[in-house]
């Protein structure tokens, strides 16, 4: 009887252990259309390998966007993306989060700055907290993103946000609230991306037009993968200190990854609006809070 009760106990707590962690989270990888609807030009997204992979698409006519069917509160957003290969200067391709809100923004951009044939491309990354932005930094890639498909990740929970590029982190943005600092954390976010062209800034400050004669331009994507709580979805997720992106490992970056961090800074890092005295004569209070 003990024996039987305590079995009933444990497949009732292996039950409500699954359902607490698993709830908000489906099977991974999901196809396009599970997590995704085009909101730019259906013309010029093409699903292929039956919905797991996409294709974009740049030409005369139009770019193209899509953007996750539901809203997250915190969560990790990954895919893996292969860019524009070749002359791919003044096309621009994002991947982003954004609370869509337009009187208090939140957002969390990574962008891909096309180049000449055998120039490298340039990643920026920005976050709004609370209607701000301003905080552009740009990195070099150490591989051609458009050889093959790479894996951008967006990690955003109570305590940091880190943008990684493979398992390199390239940006980390703690929460320092305790300082006043603003961070993100009262407004659901969308995940989008868009490929568009933007000549005018993109490439060498909009020095290096766009070729059409080498259009179209495309982008491939695979691996869509988002796992987050839901808005709507259960009240209580997002506020749930075990939902595992919140958890101990994903609190402050692991020793290997604090050391892949200071590699990139120091080696591929060409921009920080940190460093930027004509634009910041005073030093942003987050640049200096510590990571
Ligand atoms: C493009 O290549 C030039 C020359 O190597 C470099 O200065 C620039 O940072 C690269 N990226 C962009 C987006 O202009």
């Known amino acids: 009887m003990a024996i ?3 079995l009933t106990n444990a497949i009732a707590s292996l039950f409500l ?17 599970e997590d995704f609807r085009v909101t730019w030009s259906d013309s010029h997204i093409r699903q292929i390998d039956g919905g797991k992979a996409i294709q974009l698409v740049l030409d005369r006519n139009s770019g193209c966007g899509f953007a996750s069917k539901r809203q997250y509160l915190f969560g990790r957003v990954s895919m893996k993306i292969k860019l524009v290969p070749g002359d791919s200067a003044g096309t ?20 891909f700055l096309g180049n000449r044939t055998g120039q490298p491309y340039t990643v920026q990354t920005n976050i709004y907290a609370h209607g701000k ?9 150490w591989f051609d993103p458009a050889a093959d498909f790479h894996t951008y990740t967006i990690l955003w929970n109570h305590r940091q946000i880190v943008f990684y590029v493979d398992d390199v982190p390239i940006r980390v943005y703690k929460n320092n609230e305790a300082r006043g600092i ?5 407004q659901s976010m969308g995940v989008y991306s868009t490929l568009w062209e933007a000549d005018n800034w993109a490439t060498r400050g ?16 695979k691996d869509f993968d988002i796992e987050g709580c839901p808005v709507p979805g259960p009240a209580n997720c997002a506020s749930n200190p075990r939902n595992w992106w919140e958890g101990i490992n994903y609190q402050v ?3 290997l990854e604090a050391r892949k961090y200071r590699w990139v800074r120091i080696n591929h890092m060409i921009y920080d609006y940190c460093t930027d005295k004509s634009r910041n004569p005073v030093t942003p209070p987050e640049c200096t809070a510590g990571f």
């Open 92 to 111: 621009v391709t994002a991947f982003y989060m954004n609370s869509n809100t337009d009187a208090v923004r939140d957002e969390l951009d990574f962008e």
């Open 133 to 141: 932005g301003d905080r552009e930094q740009r990195i070099n890639l």
């Open 253 to 255: 970056l692991s020793a």
């Open 17 to 33: 252990f699954v359902l607490a962690f698993a709830l908000p989270i489906t099977g991974r990888p999901a196809t396009f259309l």
């Open 182 to 186: 603003p961070f993100p954390k009262f």
């Open 4 to 6: 039987y009760l305590s």
């Open 206 to 221: 909009g020095l290096e037009k766009i070729d059409w004669s080498k259009a179209p331009f495309y982008a491939y994507y």
